[in-house]
């Protein structure tokens, strides 16, 4: 596992500094950029989120309601919400999710105290004793409140699984027909919402292969042209099928070629979903207690996701060279399985480690380098869920060494992707079985107004990596910023008891004529900020 030893310290002032003098290191990786000549734009969608009515996300993570003593705008976390605005959130997916197929949107509108209470698909997966009825207190004006709350474009998944055409195209109406047309504006109108809602993002059903119906890819395509092709014209739509469960052991490739060849004459779908779970469920890994394999097997099922993007995208190419249709990978995250819990009934909450966060900034690299064909990816979930970016539990709060991921990699959203060229070797690590080859570092790198952004994850629990970055052609970086993430303990984690653990600090950087120069330490995610 060692590479080359690190020889020299890096100088430099931390925060902004200035070209100048200082040691010149001897660097083990030596990166290329070239920010003239930027790929495909990064859209800030896939810096996306999704929330679920499942376990404490919505209640209690999101909706502590009006008269709680939690601080709250309109019963939704003010906590929350403030984050996600940091953030700059730019999307919302709800309301599921297996909890979509199941979900009937009149339940959610109308009177609070008057809505019906409803059978919520997660209550097979709660513990004996506890109850997931569903209050339909967070119905969709409340979604839509917190949207604009937030600023994030909605995504709403709709109800294919146990649901018809009507009742799709009813609730589209009902969000986007314009004030004083259509009764369903006036409903909308009387429930507090004059203003049509304008959601762009629909997706057409949810994991139709499993808890949204259970569906061959053929009987699903004609599921979505039935649903699709009397969609009511308001808001010009982007419309996002149901895609593989990347995470399979094949890819599901099988879902991909079966759902576009009964597509075949057919409009073809703008987005096409990918779900891709790091999926530990049926391991010994843990989440929070781990020893070096499972940290590396950890990160080496994370990157696999690049080779599923890729094997779909060349899928989809044999029926559609013009690649009409973009990828929405709206579930992706590390799923340990059942135990830690931070309280019984919220199921699927787990803690988030520096591991997770190290999955991360290799998640974002990976989805920066597909810009060209990935138009929105989605954390499951936002707070209290899998790949958690908040823990919540009534007063309590904290953010997870992920939510600071999210921040570092901020300036990269609409910026324009720009290749990195570097020569680094694999690492040779333990894993569950055996040993394997992992990317030595992870990287990407956009440009935005004259602002260069590069971000790295080294993923080695043993050593330190000198980096060199120079610019090429006319090019000249005048100064240069860094943060980095990490900690002396591979399991260090946030708590509410102690929240701070893991936060980003200030990386010193080198800047000089020709180059930039810098350290990143083992177990870390940096982010580099250069103007040029
Ligand atoms: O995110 C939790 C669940 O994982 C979602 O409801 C479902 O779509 C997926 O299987």
């Known amino acids: 596992m060692r590479r080359r030893t690190f020889l020299k310290a ?7 500094s200035l070209a100048g003098p200082g040691p010149v290191l001897a660097a083990d990786a030596e990166i290329e950029l070239a920010p003239a000549t930027p790929g495909p734009v990064i859209s800030p969608h896939l810096y996306g989120h999704f929330i679920e009515h499942l376990g404490g996300v919505i209640y209690d993570g999101i909706w502590v309601g009006r008269n709680s003593k939690i601080a709250n705008v309109d019963g939704i976390r003010r906590q929350f919400v403030d984050d996600m605005k940091r953030l700059g959130a730019p999307n919302l997916r709800w309301p599921g999710g297996c909890f979509a197929d199941g979900y009937h949107w009149r339940d959610g509108i109308g009177r609070q105290a ?24 967070f119905g969709i004006h409340e979604f839509m409140r917190l949207c604009r709350l937030v600023g994030a474009q909605p995504y709403l998944a709709a109800n294919v699984g146990s649901s018809t055409p009507k009742e799709f195209h009813d609730w589209v109406s009902y969000c986007n027909a314009p004030a004083g047309t259509v009764s369903l504006a006036e409903e909308r109108a009387s429930n507090g919402d004059k203003e049509p809602f ?5 997706g057409v059903g949810n994991e139709s292969w499993g808890c949204g119906g259970n569906m061959t890819p053929a009987e699903y395509a004609a599921h979505y042209r039935r649903f699709v092709t009397q969609f009511p014209g308001y808001t010009r739509p982007f419309l996002v099928a149901t895609g593989p469960r990347g995470h399979s052991a094949d890819g599901d490739i099988g879902w991909t070629t079966g759902f576009f060849e009964a597509m075949r004459g057919a409009p073809p779908p703008d987005g096409f979903s990918i779900h891709y779970y790091t999926d530990l469920r049926r391991t010994k890994v843990k989440p929070g207690d781990f020893n070096a394999a499972e940290w590396y097997e950890v990160l080496l099922r994370g990157v696999r996701l690049e080779k599923v993007i890729e094997e779909h995208w060349n899928e989809i190419g044999k029926f559609d060279a013009a690649h009409r249709t973009k990828f929405v990978i709206d579930e992706w995250g590390v799923w340990y399985a059942p135990g830690s819990e931070i309280k019984p009934a919220y199921i699927l909450s787990q803690p988030i480690t520096l591991r997770d966060a190290v999955h991360t900034g290799m998640a974002f690299d990976i989805f920066n380098r597909q ?16 790949h958690s970016l908040f823990l919540a539990d009534g007063d309590q709060y904290c953010r997870t060494p992920a939510f600071h991921v999210f921040d570092m ?21 333990p894993v569950l079985e055996g040993t394997a080859r992992l ?3 992870s990287s990407s790198a956009s440009i ?13 629990l ?17 100064e240069a910023r860094a943060a980095v993430l990490t900690h002396s303990d591979m399991r260090a984690t946030n708590s509410f008891a102690h929240p701070d653990v893991v936060k980003p600090e200030t990386l010193q950087v080198e800047t000089r004529s020709d180059s930039v120069e810098f350290r990143i330490p083992r177990q870390s995610v940096v982010a580099v900020e250069l103007a040029i």
Request: aromatic content about 8%; proline content about 8%.
């Open 409 to 429: 990699y901020r300036p990269h959203m609409g910026g324009r992707m720009v290749p990195v060229r570097m020569q680094f070797p694999e690492l040779n690590v």
């Open 114 to 137: 008057e809505r019906p209470r409803t059978y919520n698909y997660w209550q097979r997966q709660m513990p004996p004793g506890a109850d997931a009825t569903e209050t339909n207190q």
């Open 371 to 386: 810009a060209g064909k990935v138009a929105m990816a989605n954390v499951a979930q936002t707070i209290n869920c899998i």
């Open 448 to 460: 935005r107004e004259r602002r260069l952004t590069l971000t790295l994850t080294n993923p080695s």
């Open 462 to 478: 043993s050593d330190a990596v000198a980096i060199r970055v120079r610019l090429a052609g006319q090019s000249r970086a005048t």
């Open 439 to 441: 990317p030595g570092l």
């Open 198 to 202: 304008g959601v762009t993002y629909w």
């Open 10 to 16: 890096a100088g430099g002032a931390a925060g902004w």
